[in-house]
């Protein structure tokens, strides 16, 4: 079965500019959760989608912003990019909604902002 | 707000030695905390779980406790090995219950 992937792995983007990053679920996985992580800071939860609809959403402007697919496959875009910005993006996958249950992580999109 | 601290955030251990990871979080209506293991340049991977309604759980050489009413919880590895060498990071399901709130890591190695 093949895992989550996220695309693409590694871009560079300057300040303003806006940003699209896909993930791939697990297939059968209807959840999908989008995280930041940044050096010392842990991964800090953006928001998930569940069957198309954004579920939960955690403490980020609204710059951030995501949708999901009738296939289960996600987009998150962030538009006037700042230095502050410059992460790994993981994308994550589940059988089950809410992080209640596992989660499969993609290797994430590391973004830089220059 | 919800948070969750971990401590420390660096651990250095010989071969065979054990090592103890400690999280306390704020909300005590959480009831599900998982523990994630990412390797270096590589996605994190969950290697253990614990929910409220249980103390202790073991798996091999690795461990988890939970103490709810002091609000911690614990990752235990015994008998470490140098593939035990990554990030560990535990976490804890916010009080809605929709979303995990983890803790910043730390990183252990284990030296032969």
């Known amino acids: 079965k093949a895992g989550v992937t996220q695309t693409p792995r590694y871009l560079i983007k300057t300040r303003g500019q806006q940003v699209t990053l896909s993930c791939s679920p697990i297939s059968g996985h209807r959840s999908v959760s989008w995280y930041q992580q940044t050096p010392g800071q842990g991964l800090q939860f953006l928001f998930e989608y569940f069957s198309e609809t954004q579920r939960n959403k955690g403490n980020f402007p609204g710059r951030f912003s995501g949708r999901q697919f009738s296939n289960s496959r996600s987009e998150m875009n962030v538009s006037t990019l700042e230095l502050g910005d410059s992460a790994l993006y993981l994308c994550?996958?589940?059988?089950?909604?809410?992080?209640?249950?596992?989660?499969?992580f993609g290797e994430g999109s590391r973004l830089t902002v220059l | 707000g919800e948070n969750v601290e971990q401590h420390p955030s660096t651990l250095s251990v010989q071969e065979g030695d054990s090592a103890v990871i400690k999280c306390t979080y704020s909300d005590s209506a959480s009831n599900y905390f998982p523990w994630y293991k990412q390797e270096l340049g590589k996605r994190p991977q969950l290697i253990i779980d614990i929910r409220s309604n249980v103390g202790e759980k073991k798996d091999q050489r690795i461990a988890v406790t939970l103490n709810k009413t002091a609000k911690h919880f614990s990752l235990h590895i015994t008998e470490t090995q140098p593939e035990d060498s990554a990030v560990y990071f535990c976490a804890a399901l916010n009080q809605a219950g929709t979303a995990l709130i983890f803790g910043k890591g730390t990183t252990l190695s284990v030296s032969s």
């Open positions: 994550a996958s589940s059988l089950v909604y809410g992080n209640t249950g596992e989660l499969f």
